[in-house]
T-cell receptor, first 112, second 113 residues
Framework: DAEITQSPRHKITETGRQVTLACHQT?????MFWYRQDLGHGLRLIHY???????NKGEVSDGYSVSRSNTEDLPLTLESAASSQTSVYFC???????????FGDGTRLSIL | QQPVQSPQAVILREGEDAVINCSSS?????VHWYRQKHGEAPVFLMI?????EQKGHEKISASFNEKKQQSSLYLTASQLSYSGTYFC??????????????FGQGTILTVHP
């Protein structure tokens, strides 16, 4: 069965370190998204991609970057981790804009 | 801009009904509804496209009034399994917004026996 997987599921790191969260989908979806979820804010869009070599900034993109070198993967990089980036991160994918977004199980990231 | 959901929380007994509203200040192309249980990923419920359609999923249905830029989620004869946080996600009309969801802050639904 097709799926979307995130790794790691949990990570603890220190401020100033570079961190990369992986997202891999086997749906062959064009669209991929990264969200962060914090209490009281719901899901906020960090970056998104509509296809290979395409990346776009979302509403909370500062301090994050993504790259899309193939259809299956959209890794999220925190260039220099800050405590304010402690959150739960979800990756999602969809075939088109009118199709459901399928979410991964999330990565709980703690920055000390 | 983030859509506004109301109420923020609702508590029900099994068998009772509930309505969750989602309102946007921008013209909408579509509205998506998701449910998230504690510690899990959001799960898709339904999509409503502009045209005022109403869709259903078991005892959960929704409507979309594009003129008012509002959508409502109707949960009838609630079950314990309906507990969770409900999110609406809106796709704004025009521009480069196609496919990009802006989520509301969520409505926490608790169903008691």
């Amino acid at each position: 069965d097709a799926e979307i997987t995130q790794s790691p599921r949990h990570k603890i790191t220190e401020t100033g370190r570079q961190v990369t969260l992986a997202c891999h989908q086997t749906w062959n979806h064009n669209n991929m998204f990264w969200y962060r979820q914090d209490l009281g804010h719901g899901l906020r869009l960090i970056h998104y991609s509509y296809g290979v070599q395409d990346t776009n900034k979302g509403e909370v993109s500062d301090g994050y970057s993504v790259s899309r070198s193939n259809t299956e993967d959209l890794p999220l990089t925190l260039e220099s981790a800050a405590s304010s980036q402690t959150s739960v991160y979800f990756c999602a994918s969809s075939f088109t804009g009118n199709q459901p977004q399928h979410f991964g199980d999330g990565t709980r990231l703690s920055i000390l | 801009q983030q859509p506004v959901q109301s109420p923020q929380a609702v508590i029900l007994r099994e068998g009772e009904d509930a309505v969750i509203n989602c309102s946007s200040s921008k013209a909408l192309y579509s509205v998506h509804w998701y449910r998230q249980k504690h510690g899990e990923a959001p799960v898709f419920l339904m999509i409503l496209l502009k045209g005022g359609e109403q869709k259903g999923h078991e005892k959960i249905s929704a409507s979309f009034n594009e003129k008012k830029q509002q959508s409502s989620l109707y949960l009838t004869a609630s079950q314990l399994s309906y507990s969770g946080t409900y999110f609406c996600g809106t796709v704004h009309a025009g521009g480069t917004s196609y496919g990009k969801l802006t989520f509301g802050q969520g409505t926490i639904l608790t169903v008691h026996p």
